[in-house]
């Protein structure tokens, strides 16, 4: 569930500094993968975006015999409060003349999703790999057994943006 806010915006004229600040409280974050994030390939295999990947884990595909391995959103969500708390403090300051610290936080808040997120893949209780995946990764000559981690490709694919959301001024 993404974390969203609202801002009322009374209609009239601003003065430059009120537009200033409404420009940078118009921000957000996104943490997520680029659809342009590819996945390495294995001999015989076509190429496939990591965000497809992303998605198929997060949610699972039971026709397919994988199971729903949410990472992300649990990830995003464990740093909700400490985000918050940033956004006030950021608006805050904004309010009384730092126009940069809106930016600022939504970045600082970007690393902070993205390291949570490959936190969770790495620490998260997922169902365990099925048999035939173990031995298709031994063949391969992977050793490990951890789900979502093979070659690592995916959990780096994680990243972040900030952008504006066309709020009219």
């Known amino acids: 569930m993404p974390m969203t806010s609202k801002l009322a915006v009374k209609s009239g004229p601003l003065d430059p500094f009120a537009r200033a600040?409404?420009?940078?409280l118009n921000k957000r974050v996104a943490i997520g993968i680029p659809a342009s994030s590819k996945h390495p390939a294995e001999k015989g295999e076509a190429?496939?975006?990591n965000a497809v990947l992303g998605y198929l884990f997060e949610h699972g595909q039971p026709e397919k015999n994988l199971p729903a391995r949410a990472h992300l959103v649990p990830g995003v969500e464990s740093i909700r409060d400490q985000a918050a708390e940033r956004l006030l403090k950021a608006a805050k300051a904004a309010f009384l003349g730092?126009?940069?610290?809106?930016?600022k936080a939504l970045h600082a808040i970007?690393?902070?999703?993205?390291?949570?997120?490959?936190q969770q893949i790495a620490d998260g209780a997922f169902a365990p790999l099925a048999e035939r995946t173990v031995k298709a990764r031994i063949r391969r000559g992977r050793t490990g057994t951890k789900p979502l981690i093979d070659t690592g490709a995916y959990r780096r694919s994680f990243t972040y943006t900030v952008m504006s959301r066309n709020i009219r001024e």
Request: without cysteine.
């Open 21 to 24: 600040v409404l420009r940078e």
């Open 47 to 49: 190429p496939i975006s």
């Open 98 to 103: 730092d126009l940069d610290a809106p930016e």
């Open 110 to 118: 970007g690393l902070m999703g993205v390291a949570a997120v490959q």
